[in-house]
């Protein structure tokens, strides 16, 4: 059974810093190309992060510079290091995996992924 749990969400101050994690189940699925998405209150899920396969990592234009994607695959556990946070960050934060075989070296559309997790609540005060 797949399985992708978040944890590390919050309520933290603009400027401040949070690590998301994502931890998959079974083992293998996290050396999958895995990404970040979130959803701010009111508005339509949106992509914050991607890696793939080999480990290269494609961002958001918005989250470029702040927010840094990787993986542990010793650990199970995909990450989102999340600094410099602004109150436009607050949304909850998807994790998702890509069973699905494919040419692309990246995936940053909702459709395009398999498995999600429950998500993470993340708000940032001003």
């Known amino acids: 059974q797949v399985q992708l749990v978040e944890s590390g969400g919050g309520l933290v101050q603009a400027g401040d810093s949070l690590r998301l994690a994502c931890t998959a189940s079974?083992?293998?699925?996290?050396?999958?190309?895995m990404g970040w998405f979130r959803q701010p209150p009111g508005k339509e899920r949106e992509f914050v992060a991607a890696?793939?396969?080999?480990?290269?990592?494609t961002y958001a234009d918005s989250v470029k510079g702040r927010f840094t994607i990787s993986r542990d695959n010793a650990k199970n556990t995909v990450y989102l290091q999340m600094d410099s946070l602004q109150p436009e960050d607050t949304a909850v934060y998807y994790c998702?995996?890509?069973?699905?075989?494919?040419?692309?070296?990246?995936?940053?559309?909702?459709?395009?992924?398999?498995?999600w997790g429950q998500g993470t609540q993340v708000t940032v005060s001003s």
């Open positions: 890696i793939n396969w080999s480990g290269r990592t």
């Open positions: 079974p083992r293998a699925l996290v050396r999958y190309p």
């Open positions: 998702a995996a890509r069973l699905t075989s494919g040419t692309s070296p990246y995936y940053t559309s909702i459709g395009e992924y398999d498995y």
